[in-house]
C-alpha cells in the first residue's frame, strides 16, 4: 500500500495563499487516483481536488474552482494543492487520500471512503 503523509497547513488570513504538499511513499505506488479532502467542523468530508493517473484528469469542487490548483511532481512522488484567495470557509483539516481501483472523479464525489490510503490531516485555519 501507498502511505501518504500531507503537510504545509496552517493560519492565514482571508484573501491569502497556502500550498499543501502530499508525500506518497511505499513498495508500490501505483494508485489510480489521488486526490485532496476537507473535513470541515460538523460537516462531511468534501472532495477538494483529485487526479486520475491513467488520463491526468483533473476534478475540482465548485468550491475549489478557480482558487485552487492541484498538481503533481512525478519524480518526487508529491501532490500539491495550491489553495488561493482563501476563504473562512475552507478552514478544516486538509487529507489526501489515494485509491487503486476508482477514478479521481469517483473518490472525489464520495468524499470519503473505506479502503483506500489516507494520510494524517494537516489543520488549515482561515481567519483575520
Known amino acids: 500500500d501507498v502511505q501518504l503523509q500531507a503537510f504545509g497547513g496552517g493560519l492565514v488570513q482571508p484573501g491569502g495563499s497556502l500550498r499543501l504538499s502530499c508525500a506518497a511513499s511505499?513498495?508500490?505506488?501505483?494508485?489510480?487516483?489521488i486526490g485532496w479532502f476537507r473535513k470541515a467542523p460538523k460537516k462531511d468530508y468534501e472532495g477538494i481536488s483529485c487526479?486520475?493517473?491513467?488520463?491526468?484528469?483533473?476534478y475540482y469542487s465548485n468550491s475549489a474552482k478557480g482558487r485552487f490548483t492541484i498538481s503533481r511532481d512525478i519524480a518526487k512522488s508529491t501532490v500539491y494543492l495550491q489553495m488561493n484567495n482563501l476563504k473562512p470557509e475552507d478552514t478544516g483539516v486538509y487529507y489526501c487520500?489515494?485509491?487503486?481501483?476508482?477514478?479521481?472523479?469517483?473518490?472525489?464525489?464520495?468524499?470519503?471512503?473505506?479502503?483506500?490510503?489516507w494520510g494524517q490531516g494537516t489543520q488549515v485555519t482561515v481567519s483575520s
Open positions: 487520500a489515494a485509491d487503486s481501483q476508482m477514478r479521481g472523479k469517483d473518490i472525489c464525489e464520495l468524499g470519503y471512503w473505506l479502503g483506500g490510503s
Open positions: 487526479i486520475d493517473s491513467r488520463d491526468g484528469t483533473i
Open positions: 511505499g513498495d508500490r505506488l501505483d494508485y489510480r487516483a
